[in-house]
């Protein structure tokens, strides 16, 4: 399948709980609460949403790279709650090399700890591995954003190393980030099938 076909503006993933599509720059209505009342989101991300003008940037920069068919960005939206709960997004997408990024991911407080993230990585990682036919999905984080990474050891990640000081994060500071991966075969052994059944219980 081509390129543009995989990154099709039609896409939905969903489950019981989640329906993630395509981002688009209208999405900024849907999305601009959390900009204005939960700044904090970003707070280690290396591109900050916070603001209105944050959260128009950070969409139209998303929207772009897309059209490009460098990224992948979707919008979240929570069915159990019938609102949309934040963005996620494959990035850093190599065609050649069967990798991929997983990563940009940011949900609005009262979705976080719902097990949505478990959800959206399920169909996400289904998506790479399977219809993308990635060898490797990476993930990265701010080394100091424990919450993430703990999310990401959650879901079957396994830690690779630190990059340290390797790039600037939103406020202009550096920071180190972690590495972890997941590969084709670990999705096809266990993962796939274990987080199928964390979705499953609920």
């Keep these: 399948m081509a390129s543009n076909q ?6 939905k993933l969903e489950t019981e709980m989640v329906m993630l599509r395509p981002l688009l720059i209208t999405d900024v209505q849907h999305l601009m609460h959390y ?5 904090e989101i970003w707070q280690y991300s290396l591109i900050s949403g916070a603001g209105e003008i944050g959260l128009i940037n950070y969409i139209n920069a998303a929207v772009e790279n897309y059209t490009q068919l460098k990224e992948f960005p979707f919008i979240v939206f929570n069915k159990h709650i019938n609102a949309f709960a934040g963005s996620t997004r494959f990035y850093d997408i190599q065609f050649e090399q069967l990798t ?3 990563g940009y991911t ?13 959800h959206c990585k399920y169909v996400l990682l289904q ?17 100091n954003n424990a919450r993430s990474v703990k999310a990401m ?12 000081n390797n790039t600037y994060k939103a406020d202009g500071g ?10 084709r075969n670990e999705w096809y052994n266990n993962i796939r099938d274990m987080l199928k059944r964390k979705i499953e219980m609920g």
């Design 35 to 39: 900009a204005l009342n939960e700044p």
């Design 174 to 183: 550096r920071r180190d980030s972690i590495v972890l991966s997941i590969l």
């Design 100 to 102: 991929l990024q997983l």
């Design 127 to 143: 998506y790479a591995f399977e219809t993308m036919l990635m060898e490797r999905v990476e993930f990265r984080a701010d080394a």
């Design 6 to 11: 995989l990154l099709s503006p039609d896409l």
């Design 153 to 164: 050891k959650k879901i079957g990640c396994v830690e690779e190393g630190i990059l340290r």
């Design 106 to 118: 940011w949900y609005g407080k009262l979705h976080q700890g719902s097990g949505i993230n478990t």
